[in-house]
């Protein structure tokens, strides 16, 4: 069992930046491939950005690349997901989630992780 609890979210004008972490207990994080997942009201949920179990690949949705970064400290069990030139329509709740490494399914569906936070609400304002 992998439990999972992000934070960092919160409220912020249109170009400004914030710093989502997601702190992993249970088992130890380089087991994973992590993923970063949000869903906004109304809408489903839909992948923003994954970072393998050694850090060594990133992937992230065409809305995001350039501006989201997701990075990782299998030490302290933390991931992170750095974003900035943040837009209105990036205003959702954020979830980190944690699948087996070595999957061999598409890290863009969200039932190919097993692990999910609670999430974190980041509004931003325009």
């Known amino acids: 069992q992998v439990q999972l609890v992000e934070s960092g979210g919160g409220l912020v004008q249109a170009g400004g930046s914030l710093r989502l972490s997601c702190l992993a207990s249970?088992?130890?994080?380089?087991?994973?491939?992590m993923g970063w997942f949000r869903q906004a009201p109304g809408k489903e949920r839909e992948f923003v950005g994954m970072?393998?179990?050694?850090?060594?690949?990133?992937s992230y949705a065409d809305s995001v690349k350039g501006r989201f970064t997701a990075s990782r400290d299998n030490a302290k069990n933390m991931v992170y997901l750095q974003m900035s030139g943040l837009k209105p329509e990036d205003t959702a709740v954020y979830y980190c989630?944690?699948?087996?490494?070595?999957?061999?399914?598409?890290?863009?569906?969200?039932?190919?992780?097993?692990?999910w936070g609670q999430g974190t609400q980041v509004t931003v304002s325009s």
């Open positions: 989630a944690a699948r087996p490494r070595f999957s061999s399914g598409t890290y863009e569906a969200g039932n190919e992780y097993y692990y």
């Open positions: 249970g088992r130890t994080l380089n087991s994973y491939d």
């Open positions: 970072i393998s179990w050694s850090g060594g690949r990133t």
